[in-house]
């Protein structure tokens, strides 16, 4: 049974490029959330995408956008990056009915310089 | 804002003894209670959930919640050196469904 999966590992851009983080949710699993970890600091939501709408969206700008696919794989993209987005960014895959329970990827790690 | 608070440690243990990890939650309205655990450089692990008053135990780990508190704490009996790690408290969000609020973590070392 696969579990949650994210590329690339590591991911290295420079102030104002863009950048596009993707997540492949558990097996059964069909909502995808997006996490942003600062060194320190505990995972901040995002967002949440089920049936490939944008459910819910934490206190992060427009810079930040997403997609699902079909098969419930998603994308997080990032434009104009500023150097505070220097992050481990966490895929986070659930069930809608269990959406609370969710489970991690192995996560993004994006320096911005 | 909702808020998790956690103390961000070093807790450190002896081999063997248990450990107390501790969590307060700022809002009333929250149902769902999480434990994870993540390894230096690693992402988190989902380890404990409990939604009901009380104490839930799985193998060496205890979670226990009081909602009136607004508290949630870990138990980790015969801690390893295995178990050094931050451990992270989440919590859901009234009426947010899926938008876990997580505290910043508290750092365990188990000693040998």
């Known amino acids: 049974d696969a579990g949650v999966t994210q590329s690339p590992t590591h991911l290295i851009k420079t102030r104002g490029q863009q950048v596009t983080l993707r997540c492949s949710p558990k097996?059964?699993?069909?909502?995808v959330s997006w996490y942003q970890q600062a060194l320190g600091q505990g995972p901040q939501f995002i967002f949440q995408?089920?049936?490939?709408?944008?459910?819910q969206r934490g206190n992060f700008p427009d810079r930040f956008s997403g997609h699902q696919f079909p098969n419930y794989s998603s994308e997080l993209n990032v434009n104009a990056l500023l150097l505070g987005d220097s992050a481990l960014y966490l895929c986070?895959?659930?069930?809608?009915?269990?959406?609370?329970?969710?489970?991690f990827g192995p996560g993004t790690r994006l320096t911005v310089l | 804002q909702k808020e998790v608070e956690q103390n961000s440690g070093p807790l450190s243990v002896p081999e063997g003894a248990i450990a107390s990890l501790n969590c307060t939650y700022s809002?009333?309205?929250?149902?769902?209670f999480f434990w994870y655990r993540q390894y230096s450089g690693k992402s988190p692990e989902l380890i404990m959930s409990?939604?009901?008053?009380g104490d839930k135990e799985d193998g060496r780990f205890t979670a226990q919640l009081n909602k009136a508190s607004q508290y949630v704490s870990l138990l980790i009996r015969d801690s390893q050196p295995s178990d050094s790690a931050t451990y992270l408290c989440?919590?859901?969000?009234?009426?947010?469904?899926?938008?876990?609020?997580f505290g910043k973590g508290t750092k365990l070392s188990v000693k040998p």
């Open positions: 986070a895959s659930s069930k809608w009915d269990l959406t609370d329970t969710q489970y």
């Open positions: 097996s059964g699993h069909d909502t």
């Open positions: 995408y089920y049936e490939e709408e944008e459910r």
């Open positions: 809002d009333r309205g929250s149902q769902s």
């Open positions: 409990i939604y009901s008053n």
């Open positions: 989440a919590v859901n969000q009234r009426g947010s469904q899926g938008n876990l609020i």
